[in-house]
């Protein structure tokens, strides 16, 4: 079955350590996102990537690293420079053609807890 | 900025028909997306507008209106699994190949009870 994989689904990390979250797709699909969900606000893009090895920043950037190595990876680092990282991250992926871009299909998401 | 409003939370009995109005103010317009995200799960696509006027599939509906900045979704003969998050979500980009950028809104609660 074709889809996209996020693991770990729970991670828990010490102030000042630097995690990478992983996202696999096996859709074909170009484009890839990684999006941040906090209770109470809407999805906010990190970083997206149209093509391997070229990726732009998203609205909230700072403090996060990507790599687009492959078509079907593309992995997310938490840096210890993201002042507040406990969230729930989603990454996503979708083709690049009109309407269909805009139609995200999303991993199960990655929890952070910063402890 | 990007601004994009939804109600934070809908109750309605099952059965019934729930309207989730979505206004935005975006600085481009090349569609309105609407999601379903159960707790603690991926969202998931519903529906997709770009034209003014009402896109329907099976019990799902979905409404446009670019001149008013204005959408809605509405859910028919509803059932306790419609319980979940609906995200409003537009696509503010003005070139095609960056169409999946989205902005989206918080979330509207929809809570079935029997």
């Known amino acids: 079955d074709g889809g996209i994989t996020q693991s770990p689904k729970y991670l828990f990390r010490k102030e000042g350590q630097n995690v990478t979250l992983s996202c696999e797709q096996n859709?074909?699909?170009?484009?890839m996102y990684w999006y941040r969900q906090d209770p109470g606000q809407g999805l906010r893009l990190i970083y997206y990537?149209?093509?391997?090895?070229?990726?732009q920043k998203g609205d909230i950037a700072e403090g996060y690293s990507v790599s687009r190595e492959k078509k079907e990876s593309f992995p997310l680092t938490v840096t210890s420079a993201q002042k507040n990282p406990t969230a729930f991250y989603l990454c996503?992926?979708?083709?690049?053609?009109?309407?269909?871009?805009?139609?995200?299909?999303f991993g199960e998401g990655s929890r952070l807890t910063v402890l | 900025g990007q601004n994009i409003d939804q109600p934070t939370e809908m109750t309605a009995t099952e059965g019934a028909i729930v309207q989730i109005n979505c206004t935005y103010q975006?600085?481009?317009?090349?569609?309105l997306f609407w999601y379903q995200q159960h707790a603690g799960e991926a969202p998931t696509f519903l529906s997709y507008?770009?034209?003014?006027g009402l896109e329907e599939k099976g019990r799902f509906s979905s409404f446009l209106s670019r001149s008013k900045g204005y959408s809605y979704l509405l859910l028919k003969e509803l059932q306790m699994k419609d319980s979940a998050s609906y995200l409003c979500?537009?696509?503010?980009?003005?070139?095609?190949?960056?169409?999946?950028?989205?902005?989206f809104g918080a979330g509207t609660q929809v809570v079935v009870t029997p």
């Open positions: 859709l074909n699909h170009d484009a």
């Open positions: 990537s149209q093509i391997v090895n070229d990726f």
């Open positions: 507008n770009v034209l003014d």
């Open positions: 996503a992926s979708s083709i690049i053609s009109g309407r269909a871009s805009g139609e995200l299909f």
């Open positions: 979500a537009v696509s503010d980009q003005m070139t095609t190949d960056s169409w999946g950028k989205l902005q």
């Open positions: 975006t600085s481009g317009f090349n569609g």
